[in-house]
Nanobody, 116 residues
C-alpha cells in the first residue's frame, strides 16, 4: 500500500523559511517522479515543483522560482521542498504527489500559513 506523509508545515512570518518533507512507502521511490502541489482557499490546486526520476530534472513554478527548491533523497525515500522568503500568497495546503508509471498518489497535505 502506498503512503505519502508530509510534514514541516506551520505558521511563519513573511520573509521566513520552512522545509517540507514527504516520506514515501509502498513503491520503488527511485523510479517515481515526485512533485509538490499547493491549494489555497478558493483556488485550484497548482503545481509548485517537480523532480523527475530518470532525468534527474527539476522545475518550479514561476511564482516560486528563486525562492523554493525541490530535492530528493532516494536512500531515505524522501522528497523535500525548501521554501525561502515566504510571502502571504504562499499560504496554502501543500501536497506531495508521486507519479509511478501510469499510477499517481497524493499525500494528505500540510498547511503552510504565512502571516505576521
Amino acid at each position: 500500500q502506498v503512503h505519502l506523509v508530509e510534514s514541516g508545515g506551520g505558521l511563519v512570518q513573511p520573509g521566513g523559511s520552512l522545509t517540507l518533507s514527504c516520506v514515501a512507502s509502498g513503491f520503488s521511490f527511485s523510479v517515481g517522479a515526485m512533485s509538490w502541489y499547493r491549494q489555497a482557499p478558493g483556488k485550484e490546486r497548482e503545481l509548485v515543483a517537480v523532480f523527475s526520476s530518470a532525468g534527474r530534472m527539476t522545475n518550479t513554478a514561476d511564482s516560486v522560482k528563486g525562492r523554493f527548491t525541490i530535492s530528493r533523497n532516494n536512500a531515505k525515500n524522501t522528497v523535500y521542498l525548501q521554501m525561502n522568503n515566504l510571502k502571504p500568497e504562499d499560504t496554502a495546503v501543500y501536497y506531495c504527489f508521486a507519479g509511478v508509471g501510469v499510477r499517481s498518489y497524493w499525500g494528505q497535505g500540510t498547511q503552510v500559513t504565512v502571516s505576521s
